[in-house]
DNA sequence: AGTTCATTTAAGTAAAAACTTATTCAGGTT
DNA sequence: AACCTGAATAAGTTTTTACTTAAATGAACT
């Protein structure tokens, strides 16, 4: 299950806002269709379909055809690539770092 | 301290493998200067250099002027965005998660 | 002063990204 | 069958990105 079909690189996908404002619909409901997802965008029908075939190319996205829509419904679990690269970056902003930081910049000087 | 000077979105910043090693690089030593960054990587100087800017315009690196070479120093505080957006996500892949999203696609079939 | 080293700026190129419109395809309805 | 709806595919446009090379600036060394 949840093999690693990842044909495209997960920052690469949530760079852009229009894709994060997808994650974020699907996040919302369990399962949407392209035409409804349309709806909340000003660009067309083809340009988000374009967008949620990126996300779904990193995994981000499942799509099922029910009838004549199709319809997405989100997989966060790429994510994790994401955030276990940026906790190794939380120390580094952490009261005590920025404290530290501060220390030697004002030794530097 | 530490003002919001982001002219660049961070996820844009951070969506380029180039840059997420240079943001690497960076936190392994605390300063350094280009040409030594620029050793690590087969592209030019003047690539490197606007790789530096971009990062800089989302305030992720800090530079400085030692003589003659440019000093750049990581700034982790503004992945702390991309922290919390992916930490809100973190609830759909949780184990716990999995296990109902699976069940309710069974019940689905 | 002249040269070398570190970097920036300017200018240009090639490829990718983010769209658009037009056409085709397939499901559902009448 | 004819027709509408939802979406995919094809083809083209514009903008941005990721570089390159060449020239300019500026500090340090001889």
């Given at each position: 299950?949840?093999?690693?079909?990842?044909?495209?690189d997960?920052?690469?996908?949530?760079?852009?806002?229009?894709?994060?404002?997808?994650?974020?619909?699907?996040?919302?409901?369990?399962?949407?269709?392209l035409?409804?997802?349309?709806?909340?965008f000003?660009?067309?029908?083809?340009?988000?379909?374009?967008?949620?075939?990126?996300?779904?190319?990193?995994?981000?996205?499942?799509?099922?055809?029910?009838?004549?829509?199709?319809?997405?419904?989100?997989?966060?679990?790429?994510?994790?690539?994401?955030?276990?690269?940026?906790?190794?970056?939380?120390?580094?902003?952490?009261?005590?770092?920025?404290?530290?930081?501060?220390?030697?910049?004002?030794?530097?000087?």
């Amino acid at each position: 299950m949840s093999e690693n079909n990842q044909f495209r690189d997960v920052f690469d996908a949530i760079a852009d806002p229009t894709r994060r404002r997808l994650i974020q619909l699907l996040a919302e409901a369990d399962e949407i269709p392209l035409h409804e997802l349309t709806a909340q965008f000003q660009m067309g029908r083809t340009a988000v379909s374009k967008h949620l075939t990126i996300l779904k190319d990193a995994g981000l996205v499942i799509d099922r055809k029910v009838g004549r829509e199709t319809r997405f419904r989100l997989n966060a679990f790429p994510l994790r690539e994401v955030q276990d690269w940026v906790a190794f970056y939380s120390k580094f902003w952490s009261a005590n770092m920025m404290r530290l930081n501060q220390l030697l910049e004002e030794e530097e000087e």
